[in-house]
DNA sequence: CGGAAAGTTGAGTGGGATCAAGCCGCGTGG
DNA sequence: CCACGCGGCTTGATCCCACTCAACTTTCCG
């Protein structure tokens, strides 16, 4: 009964190094943790270019986080018109927001080559009923989620919404150890320009100015940032929280 | 040891008529959960037009649910722009999106007087890990709000906003036993207009035309629905998820 | 009452959309 | 090798929806 320092197995490796499970044990799960969540995470095949990883409409099953690649989630309205509702990038949740109706409320599809571990959603909460840490990260995660859907919503300009674009996968690319000043993007300019609810050729434009104001350099779908703190200036718009704090201190 | 049929006390009978706990365990509250609900639910004083539930930047602490009045949640971003997120009503739940950075994003201000019940976060939490309906609940709750924040961010006309506004105030009029044709409106011209991304000239013309086109009657606050054919068919540009489906099909 | 805030109306402007070409990279096939 | 077509992207011209500014009216409240 005493603790086991048996070395875990193959797939236990590969379970610890998927942020489901080393996000929510940082150095202390436990090998009989461990062992039970190796049975039951999901590694999955790659997924193409192209491909979709859900649909809307589909029934929910899954929590997936990204191990590799990129997923943009969008929606469709009956005219046809397709909402793009984010990009993702390895160590993000998807599915998240198809808990409450149980079906998809959106498209998942893969912008490169996509690998993914998942875990049936059921599982994962009968789960966290036991694994405290679990529960708390999967709340966090989901509150995360309305917090980052609310600022998309907001009302800024074009000018304001590309800046924080650009900044916000800056931090993001920083994060995951890749440079934060210059990078590929794995969308196209319609896809950008969907998420900003611009037009693409008024982002094209756009994008020419910023270049012209020595903002970004770009050449295709490189993007380096070289006016990173008048970027972060013209984004903060949006909201800094600190700076609220501060004011209302 | 076996099933108590004594009365509830007076307490206990509130919580019973609480959202919180009566969504949670419909028409099979047991004794003994309810008991111990009764200590942790708070039924907060009424708060009054104009006073702030919480602030952007104060520490979160609990889970709140209404119990009648109306709530407004807005933001500020540094310029001073005041960006409305949502009205929420009785029964809606209020504080999910601060759970992740354990400070409330947004400002949530009574539009009349309003009264909750409240749970710490913590305490709800734990529960939820003995109560499996109540964990469902909080991720559906969480979940909901996500899919509600992403419909908001999408890029549609002044009009199709509008309507949709419209029809979603009806909808939730109704469900809370209200007439779905004609009812007041707790929230000013302004307020609707910050919600919609619009200017409150602009909303004022919008409704000036719905209006001579027959699709409301507006007097002051108070609003008739009158063409709610048309108005849904305008709204549904947004997000018809069934149609989206049966299409796919 | 009177003052302030909310709401409406009008005139003019502008940001971003739309329409229409053109450019460029790329894969395909002759 | 080029011709071709296609989709992604850019550029230019024009348009229009919604914003801004300003004046006025109404409502709310002290």
Redesign the pocket.
Known sequence: MGTSFGAPSARCRECQSCPLVSDCFPGSLEAGNLHELDGLIEHTAPVHTGSFLFRQGDPFQYISVIRLGTVKTYSIDREGREQTLGFHMPGDILGLSAIDEERHPCNAIALDTVTTCRLPFRVAASLSARMPQLQAKLFRLLSRDIARATQLSCNN???ERLAAFLIGMADRMAARGYSASRWQLTM???DIASYL?????????L??RFQAEGLVA?DG?EVEVRGRERLQAMAAAEADLDQVRREAA
């Open positions: 300009s074009a000018d196209s300019r319609m609810r611009l037009a693409p050729e008024t982002l094209s434009r994008l020419r770009l779908r």
